[in-house]
C-alpha cells in the first residue's frame, strides 16, 4: 500500500493492514482498540479508523495519518459502546485517499455492516462484477458522495447485499458470510461487525496472521498475538484457515466456509510481524535469531564487528554474532520519531534520504570491517545509501548479509512489491547486486535454511516470492493490480463508500 505519491526509498518493504476486533460489554472499547491499532501501526502508517456499536448503530471514525494523528480523547470519548472493530491501512488496491480509509461501512436490511481487512485478493475484477448486480447497485454511478476503490468495500458490499436465491428476502450478515466468503479469493484476514456480533474470518490459506483472545469481561480479534498483549487479552488460538468466527453475547461460535489449506506468508516471519509476535506457535524473535545463526554458517566473512540495520535486522544480527563469534554492536543509530509524515523534506535533506532514518556511530565504525545485517533487499536503494554512508564514515569494509532469499516475484497477497520489475534481484546476479551497492561481499541466506528456522513445513508457508511457487491460481495480468478498481470503465465507479442507514460516518473536518 504505497504512501503518499509513492514509496520512499529508505522505507523496507510494506504489509498491507492491522485488524482489531473487540466485544466486551462494560469496557471502554474504543480505547482498546485504539491501544490494539497503536501495536499494530507498523502494519499501516496510511490512514486508520474505528467502528463502534452500541447495539442500535455503528458510528465510524476514520481518518488519513497515524493511529496517534488520527484519534485524541475527544475522538475516543464520542465512541461509545460494547463492540468494535480498528484498521490501521497501507493501500495494495486503491490509492491512499480517505474514501479508501477503513473500517468500510454499509447499510443492510437488518442494519448496517463495517469491516477491517489484512490482505489482498486476487478475484477483486470479478467481485466487483458481482457487485454491479446486486439490486440498489446498478446505476449507483450517478450517486452524489465519495467513491471507494478498494476490494474491502467490495466485500462489504456483497455481505451487505445478499439475498435468499429462493424467497428474495435478504439475508443476514452471518448467512451472507456463509455465502460470500467462498466466493472470495487471494489473502484475507477479516473483522467485522454488524449491531451486536463481531466476526473474524481467514482465507483457506491462512495467508495472513489473525489470533483470538480472551479478556476478563470480552473477546478479542486482532492480527498479532503482541496487540492481544497490549489490551491484557490472553490468546486463545488462531482463527483458522477457512474458519469463520462469530462472536455474541453467548460467546465465540465457529463455521467453516472452506477446507484449510495453510500456506502462511514466511515473510510475516522474516520481516512483516513484530518480534514480540507469536506464529503457528513460533516466536517471531526466536526465528529471526535463528536464521541469523544459519546466515552465518552459510556466509561466513573475516570481521571486526556484527551491526544490524535497526531495528528489523536486530535478531538476525544477534543470531549472526552468537554464531560467527564476531562481536556485535550498535553501529547505527535510528530516530524512532521518523513514520510517516505530511511534511515533506527539502531537496538537500531529500539528498541525504536514509540520514532522515539512521545515522552511524563513527567513533563504533571507523576502521572497523564491518558485517551489516538487514531482513530483505527488495529495491536496493536502502542498502546502497548504507553502505555509502558506512563507508563515508570511516568504515575499512562493509560485508552484507541478507537473513533471506533473494526476492525475485511479485507478492499479490498484501506486500507492496507487486511488479517484477522494481525487483533487483529479478535482473542481477548476487555478485551483481552487492556491487550495485558498493559492498565488499553480499550474500544471502538460502530458502530452506530460512524456513527451516521457522520451524513450520515447508509446505505450509506462501514462498512464492523467493520461489514464484503461488499458492492459488492467478488470474490474467490486467485483472490484478493496486489500480485495477481505478482503470477506465472498471465497476468499482458504481461504489459509494457510504449508504445512508442505520450507522453513519465522521471523520475530523468532514461532514
Known amino acids: 500500500m504505497p504512501c503518499g505519491e509513492g514509496r520512499h526509498p529508505e522505507q523496507g518493504p ?53 493511529v496517534s494523528q488520527v484519534f485524541d480523547e475527544t475522538s ?38 463495517a469491516l477491517g481487512h489484512n490482505g489482498n485478493l486476487v478475484n477483486t475484477a470479478e467481485l466487483a462484477e458481482l457487485v454491479a448486480e446486486l439490486p440498489g447497485e446498478k446505476g449507483a454511478g450517478s450517486r452524489r458522495g465519495p467513491a471507494s476503490t478498494n476490494d474491502s468495500d467490495l466485500v462489504t458490499a456483497l455481505l451487505a447485499g445478499q439475498r435468499d436465491p429462493d424467497t428474495g428476502a435478504p439475508l443476514t450478515v452471518e448467512e451472507a458470510a456463509a455465502r460470500v466468503l467462498p466466493q472470495v479469493q487471494g489473502a484475507f484476514s477479516f473483522v467485522f461487525m454488524d449491531e451486536d456480533t463481531l466476526y473474524a474470518a481467514r482465507d483457506r490459506q491462512g495467508i495472513r496472521p489473525l489470533v483470538l483472545g480472551r479478556l476478563e469481561r470480552g473477546w478479542v480479534v486482532a492480527s498479532e498475538t503482541a496487540a492481544l498483549d497490549i489490551v491484557g487479552a490472553t490468546l486463545v488460538r488462531e482463527i483458522e484457515p477457512g ?6 453475547e453467548d460467546g465465540p461460535r465457529s463455521s467453516r466456509f472452506a477446507e484449510a489449506k495453510p500456506r502462511g506468508c514466511v515473510f510475516e516471519h522474516v520481516y512483516l510481524a513484530r518480534p514480540d509476535t507469536s506464529i503457528d506457535g513460533r516466536s517471531v524473535y526466536l526465528s529471526r535469531v535463528e536464521m541469523g545463526r544459519r ?40 530516530n524512532s520519531y521518523v513514520g510517516r509524515t505530511f511534511i515533506q523534506p527539502s531537496q538537500t535533506i531529500r539528498q541525504l534520504g536514509i540520514r532522515l532514518k539512521l545515522n552511524p556511530l563513527k567513533e563504533v565504525i571507523r576502521g572497523k570491517r564491518l558485517v ?7 529495491r536496493g536503494n536502502t542498502q546502497r545509501a548504507l553502505v555509502r554512508m558506512l ?19 511479485p507478492c499479490f497477497f498484501g506486500i507492496d512489491f507487486a511488479d517484477r520489475a522494481e525487483l533487483v534481484a529479478n535482473d542481477l546476479s548476487v555478485e551483481e547486486i552487492g556491487l550495485s551497492l558498493g559492498a565488499d561481499s553480499l550474500a544471502y541466506i538460502s530458502l530452506d535454511a ?55 460516518t465522521r471523520a475530523p473536518g468532514r461532514p
Open 243 to 248: 474458519e469463520l468466527v462469530a462472536i455474541d
Open 295 to 334: 546466515l552465518a554458517a552459510e556466509a561466513p566473512a573475516e570481521a571486526d564487528l556484527v551491526i544490524p540495520t535497526p531495528e528489523s535486522g536486530t535478531p538476525a544480527a544477534i543470531g549472526y554474532a552468537e554464531a560467527s563469534g564476531i562481536p556485535y554492536g550498535a553501529g547505527l543509530v535510528k
Open 14 to 66: 510494506r504489509d498491507a493492514c492491522g485488524v482489531f476486533g473487540v466485544r466486551a460489554p462494560g469496557e471502554d472499547v474504543a480505547k482498546l482498540t485504539y491501544f490494539g491499532l497503536y501495536a499494530l501501526q507498523h502494519r499501516g502508517q496510511e490512514s486508520a479508523g474505528i467502528a463502534v456499536s452500541d447495539g442500535s448503530k455503528i458510528l465510524v471514525f476514520k481518518d488519513m495519518g497515524l
Open 372 to 378: 551489516v545485517v538487514d531482513d530483505s533487499i527488495v
Open 391 to 409: 563507508r563515508d564514515a570511516g568504515a575499512a569494509e562493509v560485508h552484507v548479509r541478507i537473513s533471506s532469499p533473494p526476492i525475485k516475484w
Open 450 to 504: 530460512m524456513v527451516e528456522a521457522t520451524t513450520i513445513d515447508k509446505g505450509r508457508l506462501c514462498r512464492a516470492c523467493f520461489d514464484g511457487e503461488y499458492p492459488m491460481a492467478l488470474p490474467d495480468p490486467e485483472r490484478l493490480g493496486k489500480d485495477v478498481l481505478e482503470q477506465p470503465g472498471a465497476h468499482r465507479r458504481s461504489l459509494p463508500l457510504l449508504t445512508a442507514g442505520a450507522g453513519g
Open 76 to 113: 475516543l470519548r464520542s465512541l461509545t459502546g460494547h463492540l468494535a472493530v480498528g484498521h490501521t491501512r497501507y493501500s495494495t488496491t486503491g490509492a491512499p485517499t480517505w474514501e479508501n480509509a477503513q473500517p468500510t461501512f454499509r447499510a443492510t436490511a437488518h442494519g448496517s455492516i
